[in-house]
């Protein structure tokens, strides 16, 4: 079992920045593949970034490449996701997900999910 914390959302104005944090717990939780992916009211969970167990790989969606950075640290079983340039559009429920075998933008494919973190950007 892995648990999962996010913490950094909040509200914010167009042009902003935020930084999200996802805590990870339990057994061997630095071995997860991690994503990040966001709802909005009414609209199904989308993707918006991965990362690799090593790091070494990252992935991003169209509509937040160059202006997201997902990163982790995993000496402290952190991962994180640098947000600027920060648009209306960019307002949900952000979540982390853990995977232990793939990187992907499918939801479906995830273990392990937080409970989300509120996003709202003022225009």
């Known amino acids: 079992q892995v648990q999962l914390v996010e913490s950094g959302g909040g509200l914010v104005q167009a042009g902003g920045s935020l930084k999200l944090s996802c805590v990870a717990s339990g057994r061997t939780s630095s071995g997860y593949h991690m994503g990040w992916f966001r709802q909005a009211p009414g609209k199904e969970r989308e993707f918006v970034a991965t990362?690799?167990?090593?790091?070494?790989?990252?992935r991003y969606a169209d509509s937040v490449k160059g202006r997201f950075t997902i990163s982790r640290d995993n000496a402290k079983n952190t991962v994180y996701l640098q947000m600027n340039s920060l648009k209306s559009e960019d307002t949900a429920v952000y979540y982390c997900a853990a995977d232990l075998t793939r990187y992907g933008s499918n939801p479906g494919e995830y273990d392990y999910w937080g409970q989300g973190t509120q996003v709202t950007v003022s225009s």
């Open positions: 990362i690799s167990r090593s790091a070494g790989i990252t």
